[in-house]
């Protein structure tokens, strides 16, 4: 994809702080980047643990990999350069939400570390919280799982490309937070990342 930066534009900083937000929300930003493979329970989780956080009267908001495909990049395929596009927009998306005092919880396959790495240096660079979660299934769960049908195709040549079968996934090398779906509950998962969030200082414990 063509690089086309602007040379004519300058980064206008606010006076409200981070501080300031969470003095207002009660609790500070964070991205949560869920990542693995399709079926391994990243949406599922997501869901649980967005209404577990509203139910605490935290603010929360999911970014979801097949939701972001329907706007924001509705113009990307899946090819290697449309992937880590795909990344990059979510990345910033989410780096704003952060920015504004959301927990912002982000669903997405993101196969490669490199595009995971340079999500999280953004966040890092701009002083935010970001942990990588590791939704870690065996692939022959998340076949059996197939909610989509998308393994049973690409078993049968109708996809190219599919993350797990014709396409690498690289597992995170250290993740703040490891979750193997495969032996715990969804509610046991999400209440897993709520306890992350307390021992990252995003939220206070009960």
């Known amino acids: 994809m063509a690089d086309q930066r602007p040379t004519n534009i300058v980064w206008h900083d606010g006076e409200i702080t981070g501080d300031d937000r969470a003095k207002v929300l009660g609790h500070r930003g964070c ?11 990243k949406s599922t989780i997501g869901v649980a643990l967005e209404n577990a956080l509203i139910g605490r009267g935290v603010l929360a908001y999911r970014l979801d990999g097949d939701n972001v495909r329907h706007g924001l990049n509705a113009n990307l395929g899946f090819s290697a350069d449309d992937r880590e596009e795909n ?29 995971r790495d340079r999500v999280r240096k953004i966040h890092e660079d701009a002083g935010l919280i970001f942990l990588e979660v590791f ?37 995170p090398a250290n993740p703040e937070v490891h979750l193997k779906t495969d032996q715990s509950t969804v509610e046991k998962s999400a209440q897993d990342l709520i306890d992350a969030l307390i021992e990252y200082s995003v939220l206070r414990g009960e």
């Open 31 to 41: 991205t949560l980047w869920l990542t693995g493979l399709s079926g391994s329970g």
């Open 135 to 171: 939704i870690d299934t065996p692939i022959e769960v998340c076949e059996s799982r197939d909610p989509k049908g998308l393994y049973k195709k690409a078993r049968a040549g109708e996809i190219k490309g599919f993350t797990g079968i014709d396409d690498p996934y690289e597992q």
């Open 87 to 115: 990344i990059r927009r979510v990345g910033e998306v989410a780096k704003l939400f952060t920015d504004a005092g959301v927990i912002t919880i982000s669903s997405f396959i993101s196969p490669y570390q490199r595009d």
